[in-house]
């Protein structure tokens, strides 16, 4: 198994990154002989990539990482890089591989403090590996000053760094940075690919696969999360009965209250797995003894801590969120293509009934109206708009229609 196997329906990528690692690896090899360097290489110091949400932009840079830490010995017999099986494969697809330094938003945004650290690791030599890599999950999220650690960093790399960004669109990166990076877009994966993707390594059984990889069009995580989830299969059963509840404001202001609480107990359930375990283990850090007090002058370094697991579980309420209205969305695009005949496949073909009700019960127009309600939610929550504001003004437009 190479790292390129959990690439859902990203063939054409994964042949470029091959071939870059290839080329990266040739780079590495002539310089520690004290050779020529190779004249054409499709290697360079930045990349750049987008897609739909799904489509696994990171874990398509996160395979491109292992395969450039790859210490295969095949290498040297003509393998590929990226065998997946070596310790620098392995360490830096799960994430402890010590010169793959990933950064990601932990709020709305990635602060300037959250990348200092990360930007002066990319001046530094590689301590193990054969690069430097700094995978930057969210660039989408870079605020100014931290976009613009970022921009001198790409401008002016170290020899062996690699800069590795990922965004929804090219759009969503500064000019500045995205001239120097080599893009790479991603397409969403058919159905038929993350269907096969689910039996052939989640062991789903066929008609399973094919039902959450519809439902979810082609999004890779959700859909193995429903494949694999029943939590995850009953809150989406609960959002899709909520458009056959808003008959009245009572109602439309309950599901609104309920659509927050499922996704506050979201965020709290990720806060009990994970805060504990990050507090004790900065307390050990610190020198706390077991039970005891923290040493003198380390108050501020737990108050980071807690402030960033804070913002957090902010995001994390509002991301479980988006996935709700991300169902909801779908469920009004298949009302709309019954109302207008269309041929298109319907996705959440276990709701046909629901479908079938609000068609015969709306117009076309009544449908895209609602659709505009969902956006418009989803755009206030970007602003920072109270959730359960956001959402109760949603449901109400949704029941006007």
């Not at 959990?6 to 090899?29: H, I, K, P, W």
């Not at 990360?118 to 930057?136: C, D, E, F, H, M």
């Not at 613009?148 to 929804?168: D, G, I, Q, S």
């Amino acid at each position: 198994m190479t790292v390129w196997d959990d690439l859902v329906g990203q063939e054409r990528v994964s042949e470029v990154l091959t071939a870059a690692a290839r080329d990266a690896d040739a780079l590495v090899t002539a310089v520690a002989a004290g050779q020529p360097l190779p004249e054409a290489s499709k290697m360079t110091h930045a990349w750049l990539f987008t897609g739909p949400p799904g489509a696994g932009r990171n874990q398509t840079a996160r395979a491109f990482a292992a395969a450039l830490q790859c210490v295969s010995p095949d290498r040297a017999l003509g393998g590929a890089p990226g065998c997946g099986f070596c310790d620098g494969c392995h360490t830096a697809l799960i994430g402890t591989h010590a010169d793959v330094a990933a950064v990601a938003a932990v709020g709305s945004e990635i602060l300037v403090k959250d990348m200092r650290d990360t930007v002066r690791k990319s001046y530094t030599s590689p301590a193990t590996g054969r690069w430097q890599i700094i995978l930057v999950e969210d660039a989408e999220r870079l605020n100014e000053k931290s976009a613009n650690a970022v921009l001198k960093a790409v401008e002016e790399p170290a020899p062996r760094t690699v800069w590795l960004l990922c965004a929804p669109s090219i759009e969503d990166v500064l000019p500045t940075i995205r001239s120097r990076c080599r893009h790479l877009n991603l397409s969403t994966p058919s159905v038929a690919a993350v269907a096969d993707m689910l039996v052939r390594r989640e062991g789903i059984e066929p008609q399973v696969a094919e039902a959450v990889a519809r439902a979810t069009q082609g999004h890779v995580d959700r859909a193995r999360r429903l494949a694999t989830d029943p939590a995850a299969r009953a809150r989406r059963a609960a959002v899709l009965k909520l458009p056959l509840r808003l008959d009245e404001i009572g109602a439309c202001l309950k599901a609104a209250q309920e659509l927050v609480d499922a996704a506050a107990e979201d965020a709290k359930q990720l806060a009990e797995e994970v805060d504990g375990k990050e507090t004790e283990e900065l307390k050990t850090a610190l020198g706390a003894a077991q039970g005891g007090r923290l040493p003198r002058g380390t108050a501020g370094v737990m108050k980071d801590l807690e402030d960033m697991q804070k913002r957090r579980r902010t995001r994390t309420q509002r991301d479980s969120l988006d996935v709700a209205l991300t169902d909801l969305t779908g469920f009004y695009r298949d009302v709309l293509a019954l109302q207008l005949g269309s041929r298109v496949a319907i996705a959440n073909g276990d709701a046909e009934d629901a479908l079938e009700r609000l068609a015969r019960a709306g117009s076309p127009e009544s449908t895209l109206r609602r659709i505009e309600a969902i956006a418009a939610c989803r755009e206030a929550l970007d602003r920072n708009v109270a959730p359960l504001l956001a959402v109760e003004a949603m449901t109400m437009a949704l029941r006007a229609g």
